[in-house]
């Protein structure tokens, strides 16, 4: 994995990249943006978007999080209907560091800056 759009089954949940991968925070929040513009464009209104725009910095991605990949996916998920795929876990064997953006932090962020304007 390098850089995916993790999803709950229906929708969106976050952006997530390896965080070996990229220099640091902003580098990886300005390749969400590359990558991702076209799925945040269809949840924003247009002002929402140009909103959430001035926010893509190093301020809204976590980090200290892990992923691993499951050849088979875990009984507890099965409502994603994957066979296969990532998702996050403990550090432990197989798992790898990651940096996450949060679309649902992007949500309430979008409608504050619109609340305050």
Do not use: W
């Not at 996050?88 to 962020?109: M, Y």
């Amino acid at each position: 994995m390098d850089i995916c759009a993790f999803t709950d089954g229906s929708s969106y949940t976050q952006f997530v990249g390896k965080k070996s991968l990229y220099e640091n925070k902003d580098r990886f929040a300005k390749e969400c943006v590359k990558e991702f513009s076209y799925i945040l464009e269809d949840i924003f209104s247009e002002q929402e978007f140009l909103k959430v725009m001035e926010k893509m910095d190093a301020g809204i991605v976590h980090d200290n999080l892990y992923c691993r990949y499951y050849p088979r996916m875990p009984e507890d998920v099965s409502y994603l209907d994957l066979d296969e795929g990532y998702l996050f876990c403990e550090k432990s064997r197989g798992a790898f560091e990651v940096f996450v953006i949060d679309i649902q932090e992007l949500k309430i962020l979008a409608k504050e800056s619109i609340r305050l304007m």
